[in-house]
């Protein structure tokens, strides 16, 4: 059950790390992005609403210029059909969806990482809560971007249109995901923000089980 | 023939009436309307906002509906379907974000503040957009409705958020938000007979206009569909394709 998409995982995972595409570009377009926003704010010191929402803006548009390419490479290599031949679509997508949740939560790990040693309002005061909407938040941002790369690909139009078709689908969660944010940052209990979590697991799950019905049309023609 | 004569004498009397009806605070007449706090003489524009975003909303649906059937089927005619009700979505999308930022100049003093249910019209603008956006970029037609019929479900999942829940739990200024206590349910409670019976009929005349419009709509695009298959590859056994 595991194993096929696990197969496609490390294919797709030594592929990468031979040519470092994903990588490179990722990390260089945190670090621009991180620095325009220094560079922007200057000494200033920026409240926590604003810090909160910055860090969200950054990980979507990171996200939007990275992850397209799970789907785009195999158009681009000419290797689709061969995958249409060897592998059933749920395994396709089970092993981009790996790769590309592998991928969020090491890109977003980074951004949280350089925000901490860089922003001075980026103080988390209830941990466990901001972990919870970190790893909540990559889940449904790897698989609504897996799908919508999937569609990308087919639709030929490989950069401009991820973003456009992305944000509208994603906005529910990043404007729950900031809300959260904000809440860890003050402080708030799991008590008083179980509402906002349940929305984001309900997204994750919705996306899910819609990902993986509606692929099959999107890979097979 | 019949029922468009109706169709324009029922929308001009809601619009004549949704417009010239005096509010008064005790109505006694069967033309006047209750004055309601909190809304006033704006409260006249539910006659016309509510019914655009109503529409906004069963055009959505509707293009999913059709979407999800050209899936199973792979006709392209359901694919006209949805996608002319996309079409009419989106001006009615317009309209509804439109008149309700117009509203929102005289009710709380600004066009735009960012209330849930103006960030939920937003986000199904941008959905629309996004769908033009998509079906425009691909050449081939089965490739086309395929991806749009898929890119259109997907929306359809996350929207609920938009349109049910988010403006129902946040705090919010307008008609209808969590935290509302003075106008309330405006339909249920506060409107009187007479305010009741033009919004439900202006409810109705635009839901028709919209059907109409919507049956034009598909049928044009399945007729100029066929008039461009007949000059790419005419008749002849020559050489078309």
Known sequence: ?221 | MIWKIFLFILLAFVSIAGIAFPIVEKPSAWYEFPFIPGLEENAKIIFFHVPTAWLTVIAFLMSTVFSFRYLKTKNLDEDAKAYSAAQLGMIFCILATVTGAVWAKFAWGQFWSWDPRQTSIFAILLIYGALFALRSSIESEDKRATLSAVYSMIAFVTVPFFIFIMPRIMKGLHPGSADDSNAGPVVDFQMNSSMQLIFFLSLIGFTILYFWMWKVGYKSIIIRDKINKQLISPNSSGQGG
């Open chain 1, 1 to 221: 059950m595991i194993a096929k998409p696990y197969a496609l995982f490390k294919k797709d995972f030594s592929s990468e790390l031979r040519t470092r595409y994903a990588i490179n570009s990722l990390a260089m377009f945190i670090i621009v992005a991180i620095s325009v926003i220094l560079f922007s704010i200057g000494n200033e010191t920026i409240n926590e609403n604003l810090t909160g929402g910055l860090f969200w803006v950054v990980i979507f548009f990171t996200a939007m210029s990275g992850l397209a390419r799970a789907f785009v490479s195999e158009e681009e290599r000419g290797t689709t059909l061969t995958l249409q031949l060897i592998a059933s679509p749920s395994t396709v997508f089970s092993g981009k969806l790996i790769f590309n949740l592998i991928l969020v939560f090491c890109m977003n790990l980074v951004i949280a990482i350089l925000y901490s040693a860089l922003f001075e309002r980026f103080v988390v005061q209830n941990f466990a809560l901001f972990l919870l909407t970190f790893i909540l938040g990559n889940i449904g941002l790897a698989v609504a971007s897996t799908i919508i790369a999937a569609i990308i690909a087919k639709a030929g139009a490989k950069g401009t249109l991820y973003p456009v078709l992305s944000f509208p689908i994603l906005l529910p969660l990043i404007l729950t995901c900031v809300q959260l944010t904000l809440f860890s940052f003050d402080g708030t209990s799991f008590e008083e923000a179980q509402f906002e979590v349940a929305i984001v697991v309900g997204y994750d799950v919705i996306m899910l089980t819609a990902s993986y019905m509606l692929f099959d049309f999107i890979w097979k023609d």
